[in-house]
Nanobody, 127 residues
Framework: QVQLVESGGGLVQAGGSLRLSCAAS????????MGWFRQAPGKEREFVAA????????LDADSVKGRFTISRDNAKNTVYLQMNSLKPEDTAVYYC????????????????????WGQGTQVTVSS
């Protein structure tokens, strides 16, 4: 079992920055990959970014390339999403997720490969 708790969401003006955190507990954090997804009202869940168990490889959605950065600190059992140059269209509930079966990173953009999800944190970007 893995428990995930997101934090760091809030209200920010367009062009601003936020850093989301996802604290994990349960299984050894350094043994599994992590991802971030988001879901806006009336829209489907959307992949944002993912990171391998070691942090050595990452995968980003085209919509956030150059603006968002995923990272992890295995000593703190935490994955981060640094979000810069935020746009109103980034407004959504952001979820972190854990993939514990060792799938390749290229599969991490598909939400169904993940085994555990956090409860989400709201990010609102005003224009």
């Amino acid at each position: 079992q893995v428990q995930l708790v997101e934090s760091g969401g809030g209200l920010v003006q367009a062009g601003g920055s936020l850093r989301l955190s996802c604290a994990a507990s349960g299984r050894t954090f350094s043994s599994y990959g992590m991802g971030w997804f988001r879901q806006a009202p009336g829209k489907e869940r959307e992949f944002v970014a993912a990171i391998s168990w070691s942090g050595g490889s990452t995968l980003d959605a085209d919509s956030v390339k150059g603006r968002f950065t995923i990272s992890r600190d295995n000593a703190k059992n935490t994955v981060y999403l640094q979000m810069n140059s935020l746009k109103p269209e980034d407004t959504a509930v952001y979820y972190c997720a854990a993939e514990v079966n060792g799938l390749p990173l290229r599969d991490y953009s598909d939400y169904w490969v993940y085994d555990y999800w956090g409860q989400g944190t709201q990010v609102t970007v005003s224009s």
